[in-house]
């Protein structure tokens, strides 16, 4: 999901195939070609699949037909090793809209980020979300061992566990990372299957959250809409239907010395291209915002607060720009095309407010950038500005930090993303929709000395590379671990 602007199957190009398995495609004459991703939670699960000598189950991006796979659908790699089983699932057209654009982002997304309002729960959406969620558990009682540790990621999977723990031995261990927020039970009363995705991801033997906020949530939904559960909430244990769930909180980190190298790599002439690509003049004091056109991101919001900056602060008309970098997404979804129309507009409507001939205070680019360029903006821009109004982590600013090698620039971050419990203390903190204190923050940041700068910059690198997705991942690995080992809690160990 984290990744999806990159991974994200081509809709246009997603085969239409019933809902069964795909024949066996002779693979023989095909090549198989891999892109590794830097960074991100494919780049770090690679190597541990390759440990473990492992299997991926995936859903196939892309034409069935035209995948170098066996006559299970799957294909060993990486080509020249093969030292793990990476599994595809085909999905038919149908089956994308309703699982994928349908139940797991138009209801279950909107719920668990408290908008509520947007929830879109079209007939025989939730049929698909179960239908896809059995074919994963399928999958996967095909490949699980007695001994086997089964690791699902996201909402995507919300039945998968129970219908997973129903198929395979007991013996095998089942945990789960669920990447964004978990809501409060007052928003969780919206959700139209509440009790039963409460009961799927209760298969788990271990349930991962990033913060404390949501594991307590979580465990709060669980009290409230499974009355058969017993909930010890200070071991957060969770006793249900025979099994025992252990929910924890380990908040995602970033690759970051990959970060910092790339962005070492970076020279002047890199950003000078960048600047000539997209009209930033060199000379300005840059701000940045790296997005998913998302409208929990709170873009809308960021605009308005650097439109009031411009309204208060003419001097720094022809010396601050403001890049966005935002990338579609979802963009069959109503909610999202909407999202995308009222940015656009309102960027042009600063633009036409306050640029000149020579000057547009607002860059927009909804370019997906490689790394590098990724890396050279981190690496220049004076203020970064993240501001979603709600976000489970919040991967953009831990980027940031990581990428900003000379120590000289400055992050704004929101109250209201799980980052903001790891680098509240020496980030810049806004509230995402008050737009006074917004761009007070702003102003405050472009006139801060250097040295405060650095001082709050050092700090907050340092806590990006100790808590880097290294880290997160012998830390998932360490607490399945311990479920397995049977210990009684968590806090014993
Ligand atoms: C979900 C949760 C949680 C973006 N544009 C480009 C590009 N990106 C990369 C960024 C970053 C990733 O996309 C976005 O990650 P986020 O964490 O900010 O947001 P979501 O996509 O909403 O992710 C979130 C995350 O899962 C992990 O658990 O933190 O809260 O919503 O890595 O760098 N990468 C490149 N070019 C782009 O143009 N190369």
Redesign the pocket.
């Known amino acids: ?6 991974d994200e199957p081509d809709e246009s190009g997603v085969e239409s195939v019933s809902d069964g398995e795909e024949d066996a495609t002779d693979a023989s004459d095909r090549q198989i070609t891999v892109d590794e991703p830097t ?3 494919t780049a770090g699960l690679d190597p541990v699949l390759r440990r473990s000598n492992g299997t991926w189950i995936a859903w196939g991006d892309g034409d069935a037909d035209e995948a170098v796979v066996d006559e299970n659908d799957c294909v060993r790699v990486p080509p020249d090793e093969g030292e793990y089983t990476l599994r595809r699932l085909w999905f038919s057209e149908q089956a994308v809209d309703s699982y994928y654009y349908g139940f797991s982002n138009r209801v279950l997304w909107p719920l668990c980020h408290g908008f509520e309002q947007l929830i879109d729960d079209r007939p025989g959406d939730l049929e698909w979300y179960r239908r896809i969620n059995d074919r994963f558990a399928t999958a996967v009682s095909r490949h699980a061992s007695e001994e086997s540790v089964v690791w699902l990621q996201d909402y995507h999977l919300g039945f998968a566990p129970r219908l997973i723990r129903d198929r395979v031995p007991d013996s095998v261990t089942v945990a789960h990372f669920w ?2 927020p978990w809501p409060s039970p007052e928003t969780f009363d919206h959700c139209p299957i509440g009790s039963e995705l409460l009961d799927g991801l209760l298969g788990n033997d271990l349930l991962g959250f ?1 913060v404390d906020q949501y594991a307590d949530t979580f465990l709060e939904c669980v009290d409230v809409f499974l009355p058969s559960a017993t909930v010890d909430r200070s071991t957060r244990t969770i006793r249900y239907d025979g099994n025992e769930t252990r929910v924890v909180a380990t908040p ?1 980190g ?1 690759d970051a010395s990959s970060y910092a190298t790339m962005s070492r790599e970076t020279d002047s002439s890199n950003w000078e291209s960048i600047c000539d690509e997209y009209g930033i003049p060199q000379s300005n004091a840059v701000g940045l915002g ?3 056109l ?1 409208y ?1 991101k709170g873009i809308p919001q960021r605009l308005a607060a650097v439109e009031t900056f411009f309204e208060r602060n003419p001097q720094w008309r022809g010396s601050f720009t403001f890049v966005q ?1 935002a ?1 579609p997404s979802r963009t069959t979804i109503p909610a999202y095309q909407q999202l995308g129309s009222a940015v656009r507009q309102q960027v042009e409507r600063i633009n036409v407010r306050f640029g000149t001939d020579e000057w547009q205070p607002i860059v927009y680019t909804e ?5 590098e360029d ?1 890396c050279a903006l981190y690496r220049n821009a004076d203020v970064m500005l993240v501001s979603p109004v709600c ?6 600013a831990q ?1 940031y930090l990581a990428a900003s090698v000379d120590e000289l620039g400055a992050l704004l971050l929101s109250n209201r ?2 980052a903001h419990e790891m680098l509240g203390s020496h980030a810049f903190s806004i509230a995402p929709n008050r737009t006074d204190q917004f761009t007070e923050t702003l102003e405050r940041v472009l006139t801060t000395a250097r040295g405060e700068k650095r001082r709050r910059m050092s700090v907050l690198r340092e806590r990006v590379f100790d808590a880097d997705l290294d880290s997160w991942m012998r830390d998932q690995f360490a607490q399945m671990q311990r479920v397995r080992d049977g210990a009684d809690t968590l806090d014993e160990l």
């Open positions: 999901e984290f990744a999806e602007e990159i960074g991100g939670l990447h964004i990033h995602m970033v790296v997005d998913r998302d929990t970098k990338t370019d997906i950038l490689p790394q990724l976000d489970g982590m919040n991967l953009v980027e993303v799980g």
